[in-house]
């Protein structure tokens, strides 16, 4: 085993290295052939080819890349990642139990195809995408114009049915009609831009539509040229005239929650003498200067300058090219890698300007290509990175990869799995799921609103017109109270009759086995001696009371790192 | 620093008495409690600290602090006397009284005019790079003062109303202690017997420490370490009851507006006297593209007016104000030109910052703008500027250098120069 030099090395000896090694014994026998093997035997082009850029870049830095993860650790991975959840023991053992060779791509394609997991995937996407379209507060004021439940209800059914990206993108920035479940015009898609159009100009559905879809950051362009990119200030200008013909127009009065329609309407041109057929706008250079300009994308593509809609739809005529761009399918790409192995090609995640190099600009290229001659399906995007060697290696380090760190400032070579925090919503369904609450949970919409309202203690607003938001879940103090003492822990620590404990404390385990139990509902793994003893240290604590010392160890299991983080 | 017992061999017997060792110890302290120091008098050492009102959002300065009457810029307020050397907005009489105490740096010229990039580039005194986070005022101060109160149970940076910058490469253990305004934290609630949660305590800082020696993982590993034993610190500790805004007299909550600023500017003056060093205070809705008039003059400053005012009087009145810098600033300022929605849009290169007390020069209005606000017309102050003057005021050397992850030496303040006409 070639493994046992390795991890000894960061061992302290004595009873710690015993320890250690029963760990690796415990874990040998469901670790099996290196991911470099599996991965060269897998048939898809696109998954070697991520292989082979990938490790050259190791080669060229000298990198040794880590061990491969183990079966468990994987597992809990494309669990966490794919679903936004940790696997239940059933699942964990099902898949730990498949001999086959391909028992890695059958578990891929079952969270991805499997109707068992259609809402489940659903569900996961759905939060990744209302985060980054609407942030995590909005729509949760009364005044405000989004319906969260309505962007939810869209994007979940775009990701249930299947929806190619491109098309999912396009319908999100031409849409027009109601922003509320249950009117007759309503579709969802608005409220992605329902409160980035009417204050100055469509500043922030300018920014936003850029920032997402093409990875490029033009809001600070909106003042003056930018010291260090390409943009220039007539560059943000020609872009923002696409915005020019929408406009959000509240349904009921403020506060009544009562929605918002998205309408577009025909942009007469600004000035004295404007002509509705060459519908310009003006801005002011910083010199004080005035300049106009008509929509034209970023690429040079100009569109017709007439303001009627009828005539130019300029939202229908934007979406047609913001999917047509190459920066679209970079754009979506790298934020799929970065999802998944925690740092995209360029860091931030959304900024693939010129001056931004990506630490694998051909790798970039090659997915973004790819990915467009797939139809822009997301699920082959996600089953190409997912059973990719990069994802598959163990988040230890070894001496010849440390330096590779994007912590530290170095651009990624992923030559080991980034150690990251769960997010908050991937944290509340995992506990939901490892205690077993998700068995009598009520419907759809009433867990999301329960979510939803335990999230709100972690997200604070920064006070400015443009939403700014900010999740303080990385680890603070307020994380750690609330994995100590928060409502969500105490139910699942509670030694009630009934509950999760009781039912395995009086249940038919033997004793072992129930730590057992809650190991590896919780890590995917199962204890090693140190954390039997530990266990057992608790059980006399408590004078043999077992569902006293399973409270205890189910609570240090949770408020591990292990447990909080992504591994 | 963490310390941890080595686990090597340790047997079980033992460890089980360590065990109920550590619960039995917590428990008496715990019993036996501690009064929180509340009385000025009590604090004999020199110990400084500072406090930022952050005012999310960039508020217009040329209606706060610089007005400009006569220019066709000028805007709907007038300004009035004070007791510096000084005039101010006619919406802030009740700081006018306290303005010999506070100066105006009305030189300030940056280049950031977009949110996020303003909000770092203030805190830190840095502008955005992908590849380094930088330390925000609170972490940097608290990292450099924790050493003056050894006795500091709860974390020595509070964001109160807001969340503020992180603590970048200085690690989770500076970051930003988040509360509510209305003092209430978050499950603090023991709900179990004291000697159980020293017994789980005591296990999973010997599980996690083991984790970090064995495992090779990164910081994180760490970092979880070092906030777990911070907060089973906060958990125990009677200086918890400094966040309890309630428990101060109604007439002192009214006097500082009884409203969430108020409640936080009265809270930063109780955790400042419990010996926390950095206490950052948000007050949000400064983004005033249109109706800025009417927004600020009902709703706005008068807020700002009332627990300013209260704060600067309080400190003073306590003895605390010449140990504690306040800072008073948001990420930029408005545009001097008022836009067709009769609001201002976002504005970097001149405006102003108000600092004061800690020592600092009172009741000066330094630098100068043109007489339509578009320019500073004196020497120009940065963030870093700022921020190296409230160290120095604090005490902190300026050639205290960092290194950052990557083993690069970052100088604190991003070596700004001291603003001289404060520091005498």
């Not at chain 1, 127009?249 to 002509?275: K, P, S, T, W, Y």
């Not at chain 1, 760190?405 to 080991?416: A, I, N, R, T, V």
């Not at chain 2, 810029?73 to 007038?78: A, I, L, P």
Request: contains cysteine; aromatic residues 8%; hydrophobic residues 35%.
């Amino acid at each position: 085993m070639r493994r046992d030099g390795l991890i000894n090395k960061g061992l302290t000896g004595g009873g710690w290295r015993i320890g250690g090694l029963m760990l690796l014994l415990g874990l040998a026998s469901i670790n099996t052939a290196s991911a470099q093997r599996r991965s060269s035997d897998n048939a898809l082009p696109q998954i070697a080819e991520i292989n082979r850029q990938i490790s050259g870049v190791w080669d060229e830095y000298g990198l040794r890349p880590s061990e491969p993860a183990t079966d468990g650790e994987w597992c809990r991975r494309v669990y966490l990642d794919l679903i936004g959840r940790i696997p239940t023991v059933e699942e964990l053992e099902e898949f730990l139990g498949d001999r086959s060779r391909d028992r890695r791509e059958k578990l891929v394609n079952m969270l991805l195809y499997d109707e068992r997991y259609t809402e489940d995937f659903a569900r996961n996407w759905t939060t990744i995408w209302s985060n980054m379209l609407i942030g995590r507060t909005g729509g949760n004021d009364n005044n405000s114009m989004i319906s969260r439940e309505g962007m939810q209800k869209y994007l979940r059914d775009s990701f249930a049915r299947d929806v190619p990206y491109d098309q999912m993108v396009h319908e999100l920035i031409a849409a027009s009609g109601s922003t509320q479940p249950g009117s007759d015009d309503f579709n969802g898609a608005t409220n992605f831009l329902i409160d980035k159009v009417n204050e100055e100009n469509a500043a922030q559905a300018t920014a936003a539509v850029s920032r997402l879809f093409l990875g490029l950051q033009v809001q600070c362009t909106q003042c003056h040229n930018h010291p260090f990119n390409d943009w220039r200030q007539q560059k943000y200008w020609e872009m923002n005239a696409f915005f020019r013909q929408v406009r959000a127009q509240r349904i009921g009065g403020r506060g009544d929650n009562g929605g918002a329609r998205l309408v577009d309407q025909d942009f007469r041109g600004e000035g004295a003498g404007a002509d509705i057929s060459q519908a310009v706008l003006y801005y002011e250079e910083r010199s004080g200067y005035s300049r106009t300009a008509f929509p034209v994308f970023v690429d040079g593509t100009e569109i017709g300058r007439d303001g009627r809609v009828e005539q130019v739809n300029r939202r229908q005529e934007l979406a047609d090219l913001v999917v047509a761009s190459e920066y679209f399918e970079k754009a979506a790409v790298n934020r799929m890698w970065g999802h998944f192995l925690g740092y995209g090609f360029t860091k931030p995640v959304d900024d693939l300007g010129p001056h931004n190099v990506p630490s694998h600009p051909e790798l970039l290229d090659y997915l973004g290509g790819e990915f467009r001659k797939a139809s822009f399906n997301t699920k082959t995007l996600m089953t190409w990175i997912v059973l990719s060697e990069p994802y598959a290696l163990s988040s230890r380090m070894n001496s010849l990869n440390a330096t590779d760190d994007p912590q530290l400032g170095e651009s990624p070579k992923f030559s080991h799995f980034y150690l990251r925090s769960m997010r908050a919503e991937e944290l509340y369904e995992s506990l939901i799921v490892a205690t077993q609450a998700h068995l009598n949970r009520g419907s759809y919409e009433e867990q999301e609103r329960q979510k939803n309202m335990w999230l709100q203690q972690f997200t604070s607003a920064f006070g400015t017109d443009e939403g700014d938001e900010q999740t303080t879940f990385n680890g603070t103090i307020p994380q750690i109270l609330m994995m100590f003492n928060g409502d969500l822990i105490r139910q699942a620590t509670s030694e009630r009759d009934g509950g999760f404990l009781d039912r395995l404390a009086s249940g038919p385990l033997p004793g072992p086995k129930k730590i057992d139990y809650l190991y590896m509902a919780a890590l995917s793994r199962k204890p090693d001696r140190q954390e039997r003893e530990m266990a057992q240290i608790f059980l006399e604590l408590h004078g043999n009371d077992p569902k006293k010392a399973l409270a205890d160890v189910w609570w240090l299991v949770l408020n591990g790192s292990e447990f909080i983080f992504n591994h | 620093m963490i310390r941890f017992s080595t686990p090597d061999g340790m047997s079980r017997r033992h460890f089980m008495r360590h065990m109920a060792g550590a619960s039995a110890l917590t428990g008496s302290a715990l019993a036996m409690g501690h009064t929180l120091k509340t009385h000025a008098s009590e604090l004999t050492s020199r110990r400084k600290s500072a406090i930022l009102l952050w005012m999310g959002g960039g508020p217009s300065t040329m209606d706060i602090w610089d007005l400009k009457p006569g220019s066709r810029n000028g805007g709907e307020f007038r300004p009035i006397s004070t007791s510096g050397d000084m005039q101010i907005s006619e919406h802030m009489p009740m700081m006018a009284k306290q303005m010999d105490k506070m100066s105006i740096v009305r030189s300030m010229s940056t280049r950031e005019a977009d949110h996020n990039r303003g909000r770092y580039y203030l805190h830190t005194g840095y502008v955005p790079n992908p590849n380094i986070e930088h330390p925000s005022y609170g972490s940097v101060i608290a990292h450099e003062l924790i050493d003056q109160r050894p006795e500091l149970e709860i974390p020595p940076f509070v964001a109160v109303g807001g969340d503020s910058v992180g603590p970048g490469f200085l690690g989770m253990a500076w970051a930003p202690f988040s509360v509510s305004s209305n003092g209430q934290v978050r499950n603090l609630d023991l709900n179990m017997d004291v000697n159980r949660l020293s017994a789980r305590k005591l296990a999973l800082m010997e599980l996690e420490a083991r984790a970090m020696q064995n495992d090779n993982r990164g910081i994180a590993v760490r970092e979880h370490l070092e906030v777990i034993d911070k907060t089973f610190k906060l958990m125990t500790s009677p200086q918890m009851a400094a966040f309890k805004v309630a428990d101060e007299p109604q007439a002192v909550r009214d006097r500082y507006g009884d409203n969430g600023f108020g409640n936080g500017c009265l809270m930063a003056r109780r955790l400042v006297e419990t010996g926390v060093p950095f206490v950052e205070v948000s007050l949000g809705g400064w983004d005033n593209h249109q109706d800025i008039f009417p927004t600020l003059r009902d709703d706005k400053l008068p807020v700002l007016d009332r627990a300013m005012s209260a704060l600067v009087e309080d400190l003073e009145q306590r003895g605390l104000l010449q140990d504690t810098i306040i800072i008073w600033m948001g990420e930029f300022s408005r545009t001097p030109n008022i836009n067709g929605n009769a609001g201002r849009d976002h504005w970097a290169r001149s405006w102003s910052c108000v600092v004061g007390g800690g020592g600092l020069n009172g009741g000066i209005a330094v630098g100068e703008t043109s007489a339509d606000g578009t320019a500073v017309e004196t020497d120009p102050y940065s963030a870093e500027d700022l921020m190296a003057t409230v160290c120095q005021g604090l005490g902190i050397s300026l050639e205290t250098t960092f290194t950052s992850l990557n083993g690069r030496p970052m100088k604190i303040a991003n070596s700004g120069r001291v603003i001289r006409e404060l520091i005498s």
